[in-house]
């Protein structure tokens, strides 16, 4: 029984600033990760898919590669292009933060690429609450999975607990548990997540382009008296990586699984439907 292609809803795409098969690539990758193209459904052939993003063959078939190199796609010789049925993700229960950081490190590599003790600026200083050029220590790591970056880090430490800290220490084991090894003992967390596009420098550690999607978490950590201890920001492709928030039952009416902040709207903005 030959399968029943699909259809896709119209989507618009941007004339100017992202590539345009760039931006076909995300569309689809959108709909395949998220569901709306079920595993193993064919798509549309190209003509259609032409007229519904208004793209030239050329333009679409680069997409398609590139979503066929990724393992989303697979195309049939005489039959068409079709969806693959990918891993059902691991949403393993999480036993809190130092379990969630030590799952991070247990999955990834690390690599050392900057390490210094340096007068705090005003807002990391703001941050965690000392005073502004007091001495604090900041590394940048990336973490990789598989050879492939997955988040890079920068982490702010006040000296008390940072001093003595070296490359070779955060090489072998996390920045968490080498402060638990001083003596420090977590308390809360405060984490505000938020969406941003990737700087050159950024793109370069990442290995983006760009202007690439990326996911940027900012993590203040407490110690058990509650004042500030660790300022942590993580960057991540929105292309590889993904948070999971899971709230025990047994906790849904205590603990906070994350709530909206909205800015102002500039005075002047359009309201969109």
């Not at 005003?122 to 997955?150: F, K, Y």
């Not at 942590?232 to 948070?243: D, I, Q």
Request: aromatic share 4%.
């Amino acid at each position: 029984m030959k399968s029943q292609a699909v259809p896709l809803p119209p989507a618009g795409l941007a004339r100017t600033g992202t590539a345009l098969h760039r931006q076909v690539y995300l569309v689809l990758r959108d709909r395949l990760l998220s569901g709306a193209i079920a595993p193993e459904a064919q798509l549309p052939p190209e003509p259609m898919l032409c007229e519904q993003f208004g793209v030239s063959r050329i333009t679409l078939r680069r997409a398609v590669a590139d979503l066929e190199e990724e393992g989303l796609l697979r195309r049939v010789q005489g039959r068409g292009t079709f969806a693959t049925a990918p891993a059902a993700p691991a949403h393993a229960r999480s036993e809190g933060y130092v379990d969630d950081v030590r799952q991070l490190s247990t999955d990834t590599s690390v690599k050392v690429l900057e390490l210094d003790m340096l007068q705090a600026p005003p807002w990391v200083a703001a941050r965690l609450q000392i005073a502004a050029g007091e001495t604090v220590q900041r590394s940048v790591r990336v973490r990789l999975r598989h050879g492939v970056p997955v988040v890079l880090l920068t982490a702010w430490v006040p000296q008390r607990w940072s001093e003595g800290i070296t490359r070779a220490d955060l090489a072998r084991r996390p920045l968490n548990e080498l402060l638990r090894q001083r003596g420090l003992r977590f308390g809360r967390v405060l984490q505000e997540i938020c969406a941003c596009l990737a700087d050159p420098l950024q793109a370069q550690r990442l290995e983006v382009s760009v202007g690439a999607a990326l996911l940027q978490v900012d993590r203040l950590v407490h110690d058990r008296e509650g004042a500030p201890v660790e300022f942590v920001g993580m960057t991540l492709s929105s292309e590889r990586s993904r948070m999971v928030l899971d709230t025990p039952a047994e906790l849904v009416e205590h603990v906070s699984s994350g709530r909206f902040v909205h800015n102002e709207a500039p005075r002047g903005a359009v309201a969109r439907r």
